[in-house]
């Protein structure tokens, strides 16, 4: 039994080493789904009816395909009611390779799966807030946004709407400065927000841009 004790330790340190990488593979996988449910939103159909099912044994090939057609359809109507309620659309930034989903509310729930809206929208006069997290993993959300410098291009794809803004200002901010997120009237402007430096960040990093 005491043997065993030094090997348990082991094992028990070995799993809480691998928990953050683990649990930062499930977050991506997370973002990467809601990447692909975005991109497949101009593919989901008006018509919501499903399909009824034939329940004679004779043609039983037939049902099997029909109720395997209504599922597919169940499935995407899913994810259109899902995307309506959670997201706002698509962050790009090419100069730092990003391309991310935004999120409705900057909750904790949210900011682990992606980057999302704190206040305004995208294209309306006022500030288009948006918080993420500046993983250390390179290129994960914000991670990379110290790289932008004013003059950079800001996208935002909107679904029915594209917008581009340009960098006007890179800010280092103390976290009880929020006028950050005051807009001025009749600019349309956006607000990247994130924590700064990775490692004990005491301050944020802000990328403002306009229309």
Known sequence: ????????????GIGL??????????????????????QSLSLIEDNQATLPVDHSEADAAEEQAR?????????????????????DGMLKIDKIN???????????????ISVASMTGKAGDPG???????????YGRNFNRLDEVVVGDTIEVNAGSSQFTYTVTEKLY?????????????????????????????THRLIIKGKL
Do not use: D, F
């Open 1 to 12: 039994m005491k043997k065993m004790i030094p090997s348990l330790v082991i094992l028990i």
């Open 127 to 137: 500030n288009y807030a948006i918080a993420g997290h500046r993983n250390r993993t």
């Open 98 to 112: 990003l391309n991310l989903p935004i999120l409705k509310g900057a909750s904790e729930k949210n900011l682990k």
């Open 17 to 38: 080493l691998c928990y953050p990488w683990l649990a930062e593979r499930y977050e991506t996988y997370q973002q990467q789904r809601l990447v692909k449910t975005w």
């Open 173 to 201: 901010v103390k976290p009880e400065e929020v006028w950050v997120l005051n807009s001025n009237p009749g600019e349309q402007e956006i607000t990247l927000i994130t924590c700064h430096p990775m490692a004990k960040p």
């Open 67 to 87: 109720r395997a057609e209504a599922l597919q359809r169940e499935e995407t109507l899913q994810r259109e009611a899902y995307i309506k309620k959670n997201l």
